[in-house]
């Protein structure tokens, strides 16, 4: 068994319905050297007492205001002392108990500083109904630009890239976890290793399509963010991102489909 730890973090605000499982998958994992930091924005339902009963792996609990889903994400960073950070929304779970053991597996033989893998979208009320299997690819430079990215929740990285590279820009409201992945692989070149396996299950219904306004806004702040990291951008990006946040509604409607990875 690998040794290396893994600080597992979750922000959640008014999560009651769904973080049980979301904890219970954290909770299950084989990995022995696992801590779940969970940051609360001030729940007002029964999320902080969900927490207290599922919650047998989590180190670190704040509950407090803050300043938006990054800002959160922030402090759960600065609060871990894991080798390696992975994020894990409160609505979405581990697709199996082996998830951190395979992806420590991967860090220790490869040496990586980061490890990506595909994710399913299923059903809100029913994570056994797949609507998308999202099969990421072996990172090239230049992948990001053209629209593929890894799947933000199936993105684990070394702790250590945080403190050189920086963290989640808090002037994002929808697009900050875009911003890091082009930082961290198009800018600072981090080695990465891609595992062709599902390691979490994500609940359809995500912030950044629900609606066209929202869309547009992750379409402008990704355009903004190439920009600020000094990397060019190609149209094919935008016109392959928007075609796979479209794809998001047809898919909920007319079930499960196989795509790449999307922004």
């Known amino acids: 068994m690998s040794a290396l730890k893994f600080s597992i973090i979750t922000a959640v605000y008014n999560g009651a319905r769904h973080i049980a499982s979301c904890l219970e998958s954290v909770r299950r994992q084989t990995h022995d050297n696992v801590e779940h930091i969970i940051v609360d924005g001030k729940s007002t339902d029964d999320t902080l007492a969900i927490i207290g009963r599922h919650g047998s792996r989590a180190a670190k609990i704040v509950s407090e205001a803050d300043r938006g ?4 994400m922030n402090k759960g960073i600065a609060f871990a002392e894991g080798d390696i950070v992975g994020i894990l929304n409160s609505d979405d779970f581990y697709d199996n108990d082996r998830v951190l053991e395979r992806v420590a597996a991967a860090f220790d033989e490869y040496g990586t500083m980061s490890v990506y893998t595909d994710l399913l979208f299923v059903s809100r009320n029913n994570p056994e109904r797949i609507i998308r299997y999202c099969k990421a690819k072996r990172f090239t430079a230049g992948m990001l630009a053209e629209g593929e990215f890894p799947m933000h929740s199936a993105f684990f990285v070394r702790k250590e890239a945080y403190r050189k590279y920086g963290v989640y820009r808090t002037d994002m409201k929808i697009s900050a976890d875009i911003d890091l992945m082009l930082r961290f692989l198009e800018k600072h070149r981090l080695t990465s290793r891609y595992l062709p396996f599902v390691s979490v299950r994500m609940r359809s219904g995500g912030i950044s399509n629900r609606n066209a306004a929202n869309i547009y806004r992750v379409l402008k702040e990704s355009y903004s963010s190439f920009r600020l990291n000094g990397l060019e951008v190609k149209r094919r990006f935008i016109v392959k991102s928007l075609l ?20």
């Open 244 to 263: 796979w946040r479209m794809r998001q509604f047809r898919d909920a409607k007319y079930g499960r489909r196989i795509c790449g990875g999307g922004i």
């Open 69 to 72: 889903l990054y800002d959160a």
